[in-house]
């Protein structure tokens, strides 16, 4: 199918604007252009927390539980490496495999990624510019003692692929040749030298570099869920297709056997959920290992070849899953807590790290010798802010129609009713994406607000992943607005709920989740008495247009090219910005003004337009972030607010009511 395409730089003009938003880039960056009112730019604050044991304790103690993310095994298998944001921003971190005090080796501005080096000496290392996601690569040292830059951070938007095998190449993508498309790159990473290997159109992205050989394997992307798989030649450039079905598919988890010979990987092709399955390339065959009627994930082979592990997701959930390739037997796993689970093996194949993200714990980090599943160790525990672990609560899953049949689910986080008596005000947690999962992991405010007295429903409206290849796509192009009348049933679900008090439910969320917000309060007024939108969009057309190359890429399936004449008609009448003077109930929106993805103009337009139809809202609009609020001093801000305007809009007399 050809898509119709929007393409810049293809005239003076087009190339003249890319100059000038150059120019402009500082200026954007420092949020002194655009928004012309002073008292919505948030100052930084302090962390202050109060004693601990306190009651109810403070919102900031909740954002300083932190755990690792991105956790990785050095080749030699002796090292773990992670991301820790304990010091205010995502940095990296590494300790012993047995466990120790974890040594900081990055400082200063936030990391946002990071990969070993297969000589096991060095580190590739990624950072933007305040939250912008156009990313600089540099190498460090293994003790973060040096560092020199590979790759200069710049207008581009890049992604790293992987290493050859020597580890003296890289393979990544980059949208500097025209602002649009990602092209393939190798980087010597010795010299620096960039050589360009194949000019795409929209997404392509570099996965895994065939071991000792010439053969990447690349994907393109088809929408928010699904893409298409090539092998790219990096010495030719040639490109070739091997999976390219004509119901789109989802490909990933893609891990080559040592000989080179093929590759495993999860896919849905052909069926509903994520099946574990192998590809050959001498007869381009794909064989399923492992199915169920449940998402397999984090496929990681042993760089012996011996041991394939992977997870599948039950019900939010992980489950350990592994087979012994030469014996061809399962492989004991360990019993570990409930939760989220990250892997990654050692190069010999017996020692595997892994990340735990539950309900009450932020990501703690476990090793496991692989042939003794009971003597599996926590190295790494993560830091709970002082706050008592016992006080965090487990989510209930609950299933319930949509008005028209289809069966949604969600997380409930129910207070103590020791301590809460009565029906409680509930917030529903609405997630990003779309094409995202809300599952038992972590959750700071959640966790805060719940021991608050208010419930949250993390909800899961059509248009998440988790429940099926079809569940995921009720929510593409014309069928938009049936994700925001999930909004309206499941209000009325929890309503009907004796353990909650319908007269009084907010809706939340960011991302996807902000439109939701801005899309249901203004559509279905008088459904929700309070609401907070997060990097939300308000007009689809100018978010569309407006996007970044990433998104642009997906975009153009999942909500309709907007360069067609029927897209831009459908969300000219089908966007939140339409019903906003309809928003009569108290409403926080923030935004960060670097956001690449949705730009802050999508909430500066619903700001403008809430307030000129009379109704107050609060606006935090942070200068120095992009589509996440990273920093921990504007987090510190930001769910602050979020923390008193619920408790000020959703509970009446949060602490004594008990009728």
């Not at 699904?226 to 989802?250: C, F, H, Q, T």
């Not at 009348?485 to 353990?499: E, H, I, Q």
């Not at 642009?552 to 399936?557: L, M, V």
Request: hydrophobic residues 40%.
């Amino acid at each position: 199918m050809e898509f119709a395409r929007l393409r810049f730089c293809k005239n003076k003009i087009a190339v003249c604007l890319l100059i000038c938003l150059a120019a402009l880039q500082p200026r954007l960056l420092s949020g002194e252009i655009n928004w012309p009112h002073p008292g919505d730019i948030p100052a930084p604050q302090s962390v202050q927390v109060g004693l601990a044991g306190e009651k109810p304790q403070d919102i900031n103690r909740y954002l300083l539980a932190q755990g690792a993310k991105s956790v990785n095994l050095s080749p030699d298998g002796e090292t773990i490496a992670f991301i820790w944001s304990i010091t205010g921003e995502p940095q990296l971190w590494r300790m012993p495999k047995e466990g120790g005090a974890p040594q900081q080796i990055t400082f200063g501005s936030g990391i946002t990624f990071y990969a070993f080096s297969p000589n096991g000496r060095e580190f590739l290392i990624g950072r933007d510019v305040a939250g912008n996601e156009r990313e600089g690569f540099s190498v460090l040292s293994i003790d973060g003692s040096s560092e020199r830059e590979l790759l200069p951070a710049s207008n581009a938007f890049r992604r790293l692929g992987d290493f050859s095998t020597d580890g003296e190449r890289a393979i990544y993508a980059s949208t500097e040749r025209n602002g649009l498309d990602f092209d393939l790159y190798v980087v010597n990473v010795l010299s620096g030298e960039t050589q360009l290997i194949y000019e795409s159109e929209y997404g392509f992205f570099p996965e895994a570099w065939q071991p000792g050989g010439d053969l990447v394997v690349v994907s393109e992307t088809r929408g928010e869920d699904a893409n298409d798989v090539y092998l790219l030649n990096v010495k030719s450039g040639d490109m070739a297709p091997i999976m390219r079905p004509e119901v789109a598919a989802n490909f990933s988890d893609f891990q080559w056997r040592p000989d080179g010979s093929g590759f495993y990987l999860t896919t849905n092709l052909d069926r509903e959920f994520n099946a574990v399955a192998f590809y050959e390339l001498a007869t381009d065959e794909l064989t399923t290992l492992f199915a169920t009627d449940a998402d397999s994930s984090n496929v990681q082979l042993s760089e012996d070849g011996n041991f394939l592990l992977w997870t599948t997701n039950q019900e939010g959930y992980s489950k350990l899953q592994g087979l012994d390739l030469t014996s061809q037997k399962p492989i004991q796993v360990p019993k570990l807590p409930h939760g989220v689970y990250e892997m990654d093996v050692s190069a010999s194949g017996d020692v595997v790290t892994l990340k735990l993200d539950g309900p009450g714990t932020p990501g703690d980090v476990y090793v496991w010798p692989i042939d003794s599943p009971a003597n599996v160790k926590r190295v790494f525990a993560a830091s709970l802010g002082g706050l008592d672990q016992e006080s965090f609560v487990t989510p209930i899953s609950l299933t319930y129609p949509a008005h028209d049949g289809v069966q949604l689910q969600g997380l409930l986080y129910l207070p103590d009713a020791e301590f809460f008596p009565g029906k409680r005000p509930a917030v529903v947690q609405v997630h990003g994406g779309p094409t995202a999962q809300s599952r038992p992991t972590f959750r700071p405010v959640e966790q805060y607000l719940v021991n608050r007295g208010i419930a949250v429903f993390a909800v899961n409206v059509r248009g998440s992943t988790g429940f099926g290849k079809t569940y995921a796509r009720l929510d593409n192009q014309e069928l938009r607005l049936n994700s925001v009348s999930d909004l309206v049933d499941t209000a009325a679900f929890l309503g009907r709920d004796s353990r909650l008090d319908g007269d009084r439910l907010a809706v939340m969320g960011g991302s996807y989740g902000g439109y939701m917000v801005n899309d249901v309060l203004g559509r279905y007024p008088g459904v929700f008495q309070a609401g907070v939108s997060v990097v939300g969009v308000s007009d689809w057309v100018r978010a569309l247009e407006e996007a970044s190359p990433g998104l642009k890429a997906s975009d153009r399936i999942e909500y309709g090219d907007i360069t067609e004449p029927k897209w831009q008609a459908f969300y000219t009448v089908n966007s939140p910005i339409n019903n906003a003077d309809k928003i009569n109930v108290p409403l926080l929106v923030a935004h960060g003004a670097n956001d690449p993805r949705d730009p802050v103009t999508e909430s500066d337009r619903i700001v403008n337009a809430v307030r000129e139809a009379g109704h107050p809202v609060t606006y935090l609009r942070f200068s120095d972030e992009g589509h996440s609020i990273r920093k921990l001093e504007n987090r510190v801000v930001f769910y602050r607010a979020v923390a008193d305007f619920l408790e000020a809009n959703m509970s009446k007399s949060l602490f004594t009511d008990t009728n």
